[in-house]
């Protein structure tokens, strides 16, 4: 008798989003995220595509983290037939119930607008809840008999985690494969840092930032405030897009520090938001995944005078009546849907304003447009020109960048020098970079699978 394990790349394969691993072993299917592909639309026509697995068949959804791009077809599966346990962190189930909430809400608009059926119903988000069950940070639980789990801080966002899978190989040894999710751009202003992981034999990581660097962490906060200052005296608006979580959070406790320290002009801040609104409220409940400078903060980190959420559609539109300067931070982050359109519309036609990147802009969105310099684009059906500054800080990135992504296998590394590296989750060139320079300064075995490929482990 023997024991034969498999890894297939269902997803987040020469891509960012879409992130779907199936690993094979002990006579069990494990999935490890399932999330939406996103582009030009939040829900991009791909995710409609059948899986490359029947969803009845599955017995375990193991779930890095709370983006989207990592849950966001969880309800798909579940509508599929999909009826084992899902696992995560208490901090990501949390922070999943309003995402999928929130994804329902904007699946339904997309819907309305394109004369399409929506992805999935309330129901199947309902139906996917029920079968969640927590597993906490440094927990060891096992799966099935020969199959256990360890899940490590990643340092991404609040709960995200690094899954440590022990399973038996064909001779019933134990072998270990790890699954990154994304990993965090260690050290970051509210989380603690990316812990180090040994004795891997495999392991599956993210590349979005394979091929560049991040502008010094020092610096990140100076740029922030030069713009903001800068924007100010120009007398603009400043339109930052955001993710709801973690980049959000993070810019508020900026801001915080930067009034507390009088070192910007006291402007309104608009948190145009509902989903930001509510995921401050579960980061505030959370205050023990902080590191230790922002716990020694005290409560109101997320907190500054002239800060208003705004809730309600008819406020957000209101906006415009407030003079300037002021501050707006809307989502999505990558401008393919949201409040920040019609922001975008209203103030990238000034040249007094400025729209701020602080976030991965992905390949086809509006925002990798902006990034890109682009003078004139479509929103909503209407021609806007852009005169306003166009702005990226690349230091508030949420993913490790490439010589921190080498490091981190390094150190991986140091342990089993013999560790098989597979770079996912990001654009093809970026991915092969990092195999790349993997291969010629560590001398690791490392590689760029294909999307829908199979990898016989050991
Ligand atoms: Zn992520």
Redesign the pocket.
């Known amino acids: 008798m023997s024991n034969s394990t498999a890894l297939t790349f269902c997803g987040g394969v020469g891509s960012v989003t879409g992130a779907n691993f199936l690993l094979e072993t002990s006579g069990k299917k494990i999935l490890i995220d399932c999330g939406m592909v996103q582009g030009s639309r939040f829900a991009d026509e791909e995710n409609r595509r059948s899986f490359l697995y029947d969803p009845s068949t599955i017995d375990f959804l193991l779930v890095t983290?709370a983006?989207i791009?990592?849950i966001g077809r969880i309800p798909r599966l579940v509508a599929g037939g999909f009826k084992g346990k899902i696992h995560s962190t208490p901090e990501t189930h949390a922070l999943v119930s309003i995402m999928l909430e929130d994804a329902l809400k904007l699946i339904e608009d997309e819907c309305r607008q394109n004369g399409t059926l929506p992805l999935y119903e309330r129901r199947d988000v309902s139906a996917t809840l029920a079968l969640w069950s927590d597993i906490p940070y440094h927990e060891n639980r096992q799966l099935v008999e020969g199959v256990s789990v360890y899940l490590k801080d990643a340092g991404?966002?609040l709960g995200?985690a690094m899954y440590e899978i022990s399973f038996l190989d064909s001779d019933f040894e134990t072998r270990k494969i790890v699954f990154t999710?994304?990993l965090g751009n260690s050290p970051t202003p509210l989380l603690k840092d990316t812990e180090t992981i040994t004795d891997a034999d495999y392991l599956v990581m993210e590349s979005v930032y394979g091929d560049r660097n991040h502008e010094d962490r020092d610096s990140r906060r100076k740029h922030l405030k030069d713009v903001i200052v800068e924007t100010a005296n120009r007398k603009g608006t400043l339109v930052i897009p955001t993710f709801s979580l973690e980049k959000t959070q993070t810019l508020l406790y900026e801001f915080h520090e930067l009034e507390e320290q009088h070192a910007i002009p006291s402007l309104p801040v608009f948190l145009d938001s509902p989903l930001a609104i509510e995921i401050t409220k579960v980061y505030q409940s959370m205050k023990k995944d902080f590191n230790s400078a922002a716990l020694s903060e005290g409560p109101n980190i997320f907190k500054f005078p002239r800060l208003k959420h705004v809730v309600h559609s008819e406020e957000s539109k209101a906006i415009l009546h407030v003079p300037p300067p002021k501050i707006v931070i809307a989502g999505s982050g990558m401008s393919n849907g949201g409040r920040v359109l019609h922001h975008e519309i209203n103030y990238l036609p000034g040249a007094q304003n400025t729209l701020l990147l602080v976030g991965y802009q992905a390949a086809g969105t509006l925002g990798r447009q902006l990034q890109d310099g682009v003078k004139e684009v479509h929103i909503n059906g209407q021609k806007v020109s852009v005169r306003a500054h166009i702005e990226t800080i690349s230091g508030y990135s949420?993913?490790k960048d490439s010589d921190h992504l080498v490091e981190f296998v390094e150190t991986a590394a140091k342990s089993n020098p013999k560790i098989k590296v597979f770079a996912v989750m990001g654009e093809p060139k970026s991915a092969l970079f990092l195999v790349q320079r993997l291969r010629e300064y560590l001398g690791v075995e490392a590689r760029h699978p294909e999307l829908g490929e199979r990898v016989e482990l050991i």
């Open positions: 983290h983006h791009d990592h991404h966002v995200s999710g994304d949420s993913h």
